[in-house]
Every structure is written in C-alpha cells, then in structure tokens.
C-alpha cells in the first residue's frame, strides 16, 4: 500500500471509517498499530483478514449508514469467533475527517518512507521477474543496468536507474539494504559484489550462479584483500541450491522469499528483538 493509494482511497471516500488495532493481546493476526480504512464500496490495506476484518468491515459500514463517528470493538478471537490464534484484539474504529485523513497520510508517508532498499543489478530474464516479484510487496525495488534498452523493460513499481558504474549505487544506499547481482558480465558481478560486501551493514547480499561462480569470486576476492569471513556472507546461488528448475520466475519466487527473510532478519536483530 503506498502513499499514493492512501490518497487516492481518501479523496474517493470521503468521511471513511479508519480501523485501528489499539491492543493485540496473545496469538493475533496482525500486530498492535496495524489499520485500514472502509468506504460504503472499497477498503484499503488489512487488519489482518478472516472473520475479525470481515466483522469490522460490517460494523464500519452499519457506522457510515448510522452517522456514527466513533466505537471500540474488544473481540476474543477463539471464543467469540472462531479464529484459532486465540488472542484478544482491541479495534477502534473512527470516521475520517480532516485531521485524521491528514494523520493517516503521514503514517502511509512514514511507512514508505522506511521501506527496506532491494537493489537488483542486472535487468535480464531473471533480474526483471525478481523486480517483478518484490515490487508486490512493501520494498523499494531499484533495478540498476548500463543497458537502457533492457531497463525499458522494468515492472510497474520498480524504480529504474541507468548507470555506468553500478557499485556506485551501493556506497550510496542506506544501512540494511538488500543487494541482488545478476549482471550479464561476470567480472562486474564480483565488483559490485565486493563493494555490497565492504560495507558490513547489507542485509543481504546475493549473486545468481552456481556453486562454481561461488568458489572463483572467493578466490577472486581474496586475491583483492577480501577476508573469508566477509565472503561467507555472499550467498550464490541465490534462492535454493538445491533447485534444478532454472526458469527466471522460479528462481525470483525463491529469492524474493530468501531477501524478504533476510531483511525481517536485519530488523530484527537490528531493534534487539
């Protein structure tokens, strides 16, 4: 969900009702902060779906058609309506005015905002279905290439960069970033792939090939003053080695699962938890 929707959602449904998980208590489909918002024909983002979002959605609209402005719901989630979790979820549910519409773009802006960085270097077959892949989820997706033609290409929802030297996008990218190497030129593969790995702060760092290309970039990098250590953090071939289906779409299924694992890795290790 980005800031544009969230806009576009509030100027179509205007005095909308906004659903807000206020206490998330035990097994809960959804955490403490999450929200949506319901319009008379339309809903933006989740609460976590199933029975629960499906009951607040009801009584948001019983609100639009009854004028209310504002109601709490405390619902046990086993014994009231099934759901197996068995928690206990607090929802506040509060029609949208000014104010209100004015907060909930800035929490969609603040969300954007901090958005994990997912750079692919390299728009061939496999660079462009992984662009594809993550730009459905909430990932800035940057695919790099020297290659205007094949940056024409893209995905809706991947942001492009026509560059020459590719590794300078990686000195210049945010702490806890993801970086993909799927270049069509193997000795730039191992330069952006050792810039990636300098900088000790990549939530991941992934190169596609084999476990042949992996044992000569080592080589390679050693030779450059690289430390084994460092190298360790390279994973090629990204996905899963053990796949023998080498289809760009069946490849950037299972690396997009590996990078998003990755980067909740990060932040979480990141933020203590």
Same mark, same amino acid.
């Not at 020459?164 to 792939?193: K, M, N």
């Given at each position: 969900m980005s800031c544009s929707e969230? =806009?576009?959602?509030?100027?179509?449904? +205007?005095?909308?009702?906004r659903i807000d998980i206020a206490e998330a208590k035990g097994s809960t489909p959804r955490e403490r902060?999450?929200? /949506? %918002? $319901?319009? !008379?024909?339309?809903?933006?983002?989740?609460?976590?779906?199933?029975?629960l979002e499906f009951m607040a959605i009801e009584r948001a609209r019983a609100m639009l058609r009854d004028a209310v402005?504002?109601? &709490? /719901?405390? $619902? +046990?989630?086993? !014994? @009231?309506i099934g759901q197996c979790c068995g928690?206990?979820?607090?929802? @506040?549910? &509060?029609? $949208?005015?000014?104010?209100?519409?004015?907060?909930?773009l800035a929490a969609a802006e603040a969300a954007e905002r901090a958005r994990p960085h997912v750079y692919l270097f390299g728009a061939g077959h496999v660079g462009t279905a992984l662009?594809?892949?993550? =730009?459905? /989820? !909430?990932? &800035? $997706?940057? %695919?790099?290439?020297?290659r205007a033609e094949e940056l024409a290409k893209a995905p809706p929802g991947a942001e492009t960069r026509h560059v020459a030297l590719p590794e300078t996008l990686v000195r210049d990218a945010p702490p806890g970033s993801a970086f993909v190497i799927l270049t069509h030129d193997h000795a730039l593969d191992f330069l952006i792939a050792s810039a990636a790995l300098a900088r000790g702060d990549a939530a991941y760092v992934g190169m596609i090939? *084999?476990?042949?290309?992996?044992?000569?970039?080592?080589?390679?990098?050693?030779? @450059?003053?690289?430390?084994?250590?460092?190298?360790? &953090?390279l994973i090629c071939p990204i996905g899963s080695a053990e796949s023998r289906d080498k289809r760009p779409a069946v490849i950037a299924a299972l690396a997009a699962a590996e990078i998003v694992a990755?980067?909740?890795?990060?932040?979480?290790? @990141? *933020?203590?938890?």
């Amino acid at each position: 969900m980005s800031c544009s929707e969230t =806009a576009e959602f509030l100027r179509a449904h +205007p005095g909308c009702i906004r659903i807000d998980i206020a206490e998330a208590k035990g097994s809960t489909p959804r955490e403490r902060g999450a929200w /949506m %918002l $319901v319009g !008379p024909d339309g809903t933006l983002n989740t609460i976590g779906g199933g029975r629960l979002e499906f009951m607040a959605i009801e009584r948001a609209r019983a609100m639009l058609r009854d004028a209310v402005g504002a109601e &709490r /719901m405390e $619902v +046990p989630l086993g !014994p @009231e309506i099934g759901q197996c979790c068995g928690g206990r979820i607090a929802l @506040e549910l &509060r029609r $949208v005015d000014e104010a209100l519409a004015a907060e909930t773009l800035a929490a969609a802006e603040a969300a954007e905002r901090a958005r994990p960085h997912v750079y692919l270097f390299g728009a061939g077959h496999v660079g462009t279905a992984l662009a594809r892949a993550l =730009a459905l /989820m !909430p990932l &800035r $997706v940057i %695919l790099a290439d020297t290659r205007a033609e094949e940056l024409a290409k893209a995905p809706p929802g991947a942001e492009t960069r026509h560059v020459a030297l590719p590794e300078t996008l990686v000195r210049d990218a945010p702490p806890g970033s993801a970086f993909v190497i799927l270049t069509h030129d193997h000795a730039l593969d191992f330069l952006i792939a050792s810039a990636a790995l300098a900088r000790g702060d990549a939530a991941y760092v992934g190169m596609i090939g *084999s476990k042949t290309k992996r044992a000569t970039f080592r080589s390679w990098y050693r030779k @450059e003053g690289g430390s084994d250590a460092d190298a360790e &953090r390279l994973i090629c071939p990204i996905g899963s080695a053990e796949s023998r289906d080498k289809r760009p779409a069946v490849i950037a299924a299972l690396a997009a699962a590996e990078i998003v694992a990755a980067l909740e890795g990060f932040t979480r290790r @990141e *933020s203590g938890q």
